[in-house]
């Protein structure tokens, strides 16, 4: 694969590289064969009969328009591009040979699958045409910028920032768009987890075992502190993005992947080891502990809570009440967290239109209470039950 650097940059920001490359048509659809592929798998891409814009766009390419540099990240392997970069008198030409070596494992898309999609579409309509303008079409060149030794966090800001001017996706929408990354990230912390995606549509029956989707909700959730996870009003979209720019850029608190996932699953096999069934509940209620967790809006609920308690504690803090809560779930008393009582004001949320941001704000509400007021679980679900009954 060819291509040649024409300029680099060092973001002081996320601490990360940035290389403005160009390369031809035929070289870039080919680097990102295997990660357009990967996207697919989580995000539609939007079919450009349903979009007039990208319909144009492809047009537009066929006949030679420009578009806006596609940004890559560059995952794994770049070793020495980044001491290249880092050296004293780091030549362009160098870094084009190193960068040349690369390969589709190695790369996504951070910004630009819609513009990649487009070009890969008029590069087929093209095919079966004229031979001469097919040719010129693989050999014309685009701009491609490439992140180098970018750290996950950082790939999530740099992705909010992108869209800043662009048309508002949700944080949610923007992890899923990172979802295969953030996967890995979690395998690597626990190998033993029974994760299904979307299309696997495995059973939840017992703790460690996760939709991934839930999962990827779920850390929108913790960074967030938030349990609203994909907001509708667009005010609270923003707040929530402005909430999350502030965590990672002013305050320097980054959001540890392993802290995350460690806490849900030590919580879970707790729950799940205690409440093996929870009498006096019917229905749709929670009879046995592992259903805690496999529900949206009590995973997303705790999740958020346990974001709060993270922003505003310290780690040793943090891992005390965490500690704390455990215990008290495996102590000898029946119903510790009070899914009796859960149970009981769930059957008398008034608005069932609204029963899953209710559900939602008030495990986030019991929890943190809990957590970060130090109240006992029963009397959480007296104040917020009252809260819930005057809606």
Not at 35 to 44: A, I, P, T, V, Y
Not at 146 to 156: C, N, P, R, V
Not at 185 to 201: F, G, H, Q, S
Request: proline share 2%; hydrophobic share 40%.
């Amino acid at each position: 694969m060819m291509l040649k650097v024409i300029d680099w940059n060092y973001d002081k920001k996320i601490d990360a590289f940035s290389i403005i490359a160009t390369m031809s048509i035929e070289n870039y659809l080919e680097l990102t064969k295997d990660s357009e592929e990967n996207f697919e798998l989580q995000r539609k891409i939007i079919s450009t009969k349903k979009n007039k814009v990208y319909e144009r766009l492809v047009e537009d390419l066929k006949i030679g328009c420009t578009i806006p540099p596609i940004v890559l990240v560059v995952r794994n392997n770049y070793e020495k591009i980044a001491e290249e970069l880092k050296g004293a008198d780091p030549q362009l030409g160098v870094i084009s040979n190193y960068l040349s070596d690369i390969n589709n494992e190695q790369v996504s898309i951070l910004d630009g699958l819609q513009r990649t999609n487009c070009i890969r579409k008029a590069k087929a309509e093209l095919q079966d045409g004229n031979a001469e303008i097919y040719t010129a079409f693989k050999k014309r060149e685009i701009r491609v910028e490439f992140w180098i030794d970018i750290e996950f966090q950082a790939m999530l800001y740099r992705m909010i920032t992108l869209n800043a001017g662009q048309t508002p996706m949700s944080l949610k929408h923007q992890l899923e768009i990172l979802n295969i990354h953030l996967l890995q990230a979690i395998k690597n912390v626990r190998e033993d987890l029974e994760i299904y995606t979307t299309k696997e549509n495995g059973r939840r029956n017992n703790a460690k075992q996760y939709q991934f989707a839930l999962l990827v909700e779920g850390y929108n959730a913790f960074i967030s502190r938030s349990p609203v996870t994909d907001a509708k009003n667009e005010v609270i979209e923003e707040l929530t993005r402005i909430s999350f720019l502030d965590t990672y850029v002013n305050h320097g608190k980054k959001v540890d992947v392993s802290k995350y996932i460690n806490t849900i699953v030590e919580i879970d096999e707790a729950i799940c080891q205690k409440y093996n069934e929870v009498p006096d509940s019917e229905g749709d209620s929670i009879q046995f502990g592992h259903q805690f967790f496999g529900k949206n809006p009590y995973f997303i609920g705790v999740c958020a809570a346990l974001g709060r308690a993270s922003y505003q504690f310290s780690e040793e803090q943090f891992n005390e009440r965490i500690k704390q809560l455990i215990e008290l779930i495996l102590a000898d008393k029946h119903d510790p967290i009070g899914f009796s009582m859960l149970n009981d004001l769930i059957k008398a949320i008034p608005n069932k239109s609204k029963v899953g941001e209710i559900q939602r704000e008030l495990i986030t509400e019991v929890f943190e209470q809990y957590l970060m007021l130090g109240r006992d679980f029963e009397t959480a679900w007296m104040y917020a039950g009252a809260r819930v009954k005057s809606r």
